[in-house]
T-cell receptor, first 110, second 112 residues
């Protein structure tokens, strides 16, 4: 079992819709959770991080964490063509190492 | 403030050749990391340096060595390149521990 699993996609959503991305992790000791966005041919850039159970909102992005069920999700509201990218979920067990999922590719249709 | 910089951006090697990938950060971060990214595999940690003077193995360290030259610089060396090392290599840095990491632009390496 991989440490961090994501649906590879592609996830295709119409412009203006909500894109919902899911991530599950295997280590119950995980403490910190991150979402990175990666455009094709570019490096990952941090979108959000979440440490506590519940929701965290930042603009059009909402991260949701449920430690009991070992999943973290990312919602993108009012999706724009510029949101078309691969989204990487990363998990940290309170040490120096991040474990990354393989990423979910999102395509926003104009 | 350049963030994390990497050189070179592209490199082609022949099997058995050696090379060093350079990484520098100007954010005064304690921790630095080297990852490789392959299609469908996500990012995998090669080596990391929690602080100046320390280095530790990550998930896929075989065939690589690292040097934390000072607080700013962290290099990755391939002593004898193999085709399996064809990948995109990213350097990252972070303040410390479980905190966020910031990535450099990457090096695309092809080993023939």
């Amino acid at each position: 079992q991989k440490e961090v699993e994501q649906n590879s996609g592609p996830l295709s959503v119409p412009e203006g819709a909500i894109a919902s991305l899911n991530c599950t992790y295997s280590d119950r000791g995980s403490q910190s959770f991150f979402w990175y966005r990666q455009y094709s041919g570019k490096s990952p850039e941090l979108i959000m991080f979440i440490y506590s159970n519940g929701d965290k909102e930042d603009g059009r992005f909402t991260a949701q964490l449920n430690k009991a069920s070992q999943y973290v999700s990312l919602l993108i509201r009012d999706s724009q063509p510029s949101d078309s990218a691969t989204y990487l979920c990363a998990v940290n067990r309170n040490d120096y190492k991040l474990s990354f999922g393989a990423g979910t590719t999102v395509t926003v249709r104009a | 403030n350049a963030g994390v910089t990497q050189t070179p951006k592209f490199q082609v090697l022949k099997t058995g050749q050696s090379m060093t990938l350079q990484c520098a950060q100007d954010m005064n971060h304690n921790s630095m990391y080297w990852y490789r990214q392959d299609p469908g595999m996500g990012l995998r940690l090669i080596y990391y340096s929690a602080s100046e003077g320390t280095t530790d193995k990550g998930e896929v360290p075989n065939g690589y060595n690292v040097s934390r030259l000072n607080k700013r610089e962290f290099s990755l060396r391939l002593e004898s390149a193999a085709p399996s090392q064809t990948s995109v290599y990213f350097c990252a840095s972070g303040p410390s521990g479980p905190d966020t990491q910031y990535f450099g632009p990457g090096t695309r390496l092809t080993v023939l």
